[in-house]
Each structure stands twice: as C-alpha cells, then as structure tokens.
C-alpha cells in the first residue's frame, strides 16, 4: 500500500542556512511520481517540484533540490539559503503511475525560519 | 495562465445543512481532484474527476458527492452537515490522471459548520 511518512514535525533554521525536509514512502509500483508542496498560513497548497521514479538525475527548481534515493525509498526536500518566506509547511506526495491512482500526503513539516 | 480556482474561498453552514463547493481548473487540464484538510486528519483524498467520470474515490460517506462538467469544471457537495465536516477543502487540477501529473491547487473553500 501507498505511504508516506514525514518524521520532522518542526524546523527552525537560521536565514539563509541549507535546510533538508525527510520523507520516506512505500510502494509496490515501480513507477511513480514523488511531489513537494508548499503551504504558507494563506492556505494555498504550491508546487516545488517533481522526481519521477525513473528519473536518473536529481529535480532541482531553483533554490529547491530533491535528494532521492530509490533503494532507501528517500525523497528528501533541499532548500538552500533559506529565506524568510520559506517559512512554511512542506508536504511531501505521492502518485503511483497507473491511471486513477489516488495522490496521497504525508503528514507535513512546519519550517519555521529565524532572521 | 490562469491558475486554479475555487469559490467561495469562505462559507459558514449550519448542522443539517448541504454546501456546494466550486472548483474551475487550468484551462486545458481535464482531471479535477477534491481534498479535505483538517488538523487532526491532515490532507485525504476525497475523489477525482477526469472526462466527467469518477476514476477515484477516498474512504469519505456518501454525503460528499462531486460530479465534473463537459468544460472540466467540478463541483463538490456536502449533504447533512456535520460539525466534523468544517474543515479547508482544495481542489487540484492536472492535465490527465496519471502519476506522472502534477496538481496544481487552488487557494480553497474553507468551510465552518456551528
């Protein structure tokens, strides 16, 4: 079954320092999307950015890097100099590659930037 | 390109009443996800929509019910509201249903039930 699992309830990371956000998942599809969002206190839920399970090399969108790790089944979050408006909550998900698969969430981490 | 939108971003109901939530989706996207976020619960899946057809549905009862138009709009109701259904629902959109997609949000409908 799909799982994902966010460890890090809360962050707190000084301005401008590398911050990296874990999530682990399960699944018994080879084929998959792994996915990173952002919700700021607004609400709205943004997108970072995507690994797809075949993907040889690391996503990278800017300041945002995804580690991932296949056989550890890792797709931690990398968000280099850390910035004031990174303060957050990061969701980590997933869609396994069949058709009509449900995305599901993990749990979050609120990441709280410090100046 | 406009993003996702739903209405109302804002809705207080009482218990027993039904509630009807918008979404209108990235022009070209034609699968249209429901979610329900609440803090003890976090985010779940409620259904997905793509060509006007159910391709999935979360472990929510029968009172959520949602339906998607030709033009890839959806909408989502709630009957016989319950004061465990106040919560912030999202809607998202993505070109098709595969994994591969990425949904895209909209600012959601936030939803008090007294």
């Known amino acids: 079954a799909q799982k994902i699992t966010q460890t890090q309830p809360g962050m707190f990371v000084q301005e401008k320092e590398a911050v990296t956000l874990d999530c682990t998942y399960d699944t018994s599809d080879p084929s998959y999307g792994l996915f990173w969002y952002k919700q700021p206190s607004s609400g709205e839920m943004i997108f970072l950015i995507y690994?797809?399970?075949?993907?040889?090399q690391n996503a990278t969108e800017g300041r945002y890097s995804l580690n991932f790790q296949k056989a550890r089944k890792s797709a931690n979050l990398v968000i280099s100099a850390s910035q004031l408006g990174d303060s957050a909550m990061y969701f980590c998900a997933m869609r396994e590659q069949s058709s009509a698969s449900k995305i599901i969430f993990g749990s979050g981490t609120r990441l709280s930037i410090r100046p | 390109k406009a993003g996702v939108t739903q209405t109302p971003r804002y809705l207080i109901k009482t218990r027993g009443q039904q509630v009807t939530l918008s979404c209108s989706p990235i022009?070209?996207?034609?699968?249209v996800s429901w979610y329900q976020q609440t803090p003890g619960q976090g985010l779940q899946f409620l259904f997905e929509?793509?060509?006007?057809?159910?391709?999935n549905k979360g472990n929510f009862p029968g009172r959520f019910s949602g339906r998607q138009f030709s033009n890839s709009r959806s909408e989502m109701n709630v009957s016989t509201l319950e004061l465990g259904d106040s919560a912030l629902y999202l809607c998202?959109?993505?070109?098709?249903?595969?994994?591969?997609?990425?949904?895209?949000f909209g600012p959601g409908t936030r939803l008090t039930v007294l």
């Open positions: 690994q797809g399970s075949y993907d040889q």
């Open positions: 929509y793509f060509s006007e057809t159910q391709r």
């Open positions: 998202a959109s993505s070109l098709r249903d595969m994994g591969t997609d990425t949904q895209y």
């Open positions: 022009s070209g996207h034609r699968s």
